[in-house]
């Protein structure tokens, strides 16, 4: 009989202790959880952070690339630093290798043709040799 007993009060510690790992699991979880749940507003800032940035940077990047397609080449996108930029009557312009690639330069009635405003421009109406774009041009590349 004592045996028993004692037996019974083993497991019953036994089972205290058990039902003490259990408790301690069990706040270490509420504990992770609580991390978790803190970690993921954490995350949830940042994501709206991230998304202000982005939307920011766009608006800067915007002007950037009109800018750009004026100080580019028409024709092969290089920018219009180099040689003579040949700017036609819609306000692009064309570099001076792609000019003599796609137009006669010895003929006054040859056409240039402005892929983005589908504008054709005479060879004597080009303004030759930009000087205000190649300027522009170079203070725009040198700053970027
Ligand atoms: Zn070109
Ligand atoms: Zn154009």
């Known amino acids: 009989m004592k045996q028993a007993y004692a037996a019974l009060q083993q497991m019953q510690e036994k089972f205290n202790a058990i039902q003490a790992e259990i408790s301690k699991h069990s706040d270490e979880k509420a504990k992770v ?3 978790l749940k803190a970690a993921r507003n954490e995350a949830d800032k940042l994501n709206k952070a991230k998304d202000i940035v982005f939307s920011a940077l766009e608006k800067i990047k915007k002007p950037n690339e009109q800018i750009d397609s004026q100080l580019s ?3 092969c996108l290089n920018y219009l630093s180099k040689e003579k930029p040949q700017t036609l009557i819609c306000g692009h312009s064309i570099c001076a290798d792609c000019f003599n690639k796609h137009s006669d330069p010895n003929s006054k009635d040859s056409l240039v043709f402005c892929e ?3 504008i054709e421009t005479k060879n004597k109406d080009l303004q030759k040799d930009s ?3 190649k300027t522009i041009t170079q203070k725009f590349t040198n700053t970027k």
Request: one cysteine or more; proline letters at 0%; charged letters at 40%.
């Open 33 to 35: 959880e609580k991390m």
């Open 73 to 75: 080449c028409l024709s």
């Open 116 to 118: 983005e405003c589908k």
């Open 131 to 133: 000087k205000f774009i």
